[in-house]
């Protein structure tokens, strides 16, 4: 059984920034790659930043430079640090894995943290 788990979001002044963290754990054999997804009130789940096991990163344009996605292969965590906060980055930010477990090659997510952005 593979499980992420999220932590870092909170409550931010615009401006501001946090860093999110997500570690995987259980039987994993191989991580092709690991992201991030936010999920705003009334809105559709859309990619943030994703990076590749062979280091290559996506990022949105809405974060491009001001997000940065990142990695610890050993301890299967990767990181968004998120600087100059907007309002409109206020949603619930779901980690996402794309790797090889027990059960073959699956796409896991995160239960969610959520990052309000607000003055």
């Known amino acids: 059984q593979v499980q992420l788990v999220e932590s870092g979001g909170g409550l931010v002044q615009p401006g501001g920034s946090l860093k999110l963290s997500c570690a995987a754990s259980?039987?994993?054999?191989?991580?092709?790659?690991m992201g991030w997804y936010r999920q705003a009130p009334g809105k559709g789940r859309e990619l943030v930043a994703f990076?590749?096991?062979?280091?290559?990163?996506n990022y949105a344009d809405s974060v491009k430079g001001r997000f940065t996605i990142s990695r610890d292969n050993a301890k299967n965590t990767t990181y968004l640090q998120m600087n100059s906060l907007k309002p409109e980055d206020t949603a619930v930010y779901y980690c996402?894995?794309?790797?090889?477990?027990?059960?073959?090659?699956?796409?896991?997510w995160g239960k969610g943290t959520l990052v309000t952005v607000s003055s």
């Open positions: 996402n894995a794309d790797l090889v477990g027990v059960m073959g090659g699956m796409d896991y």
């Open positions: 990076l590749t096991s062979g280091g290559s990163t």
């Open positions: 259980g039987s994993i054999f191989k991580i092709n790659g």
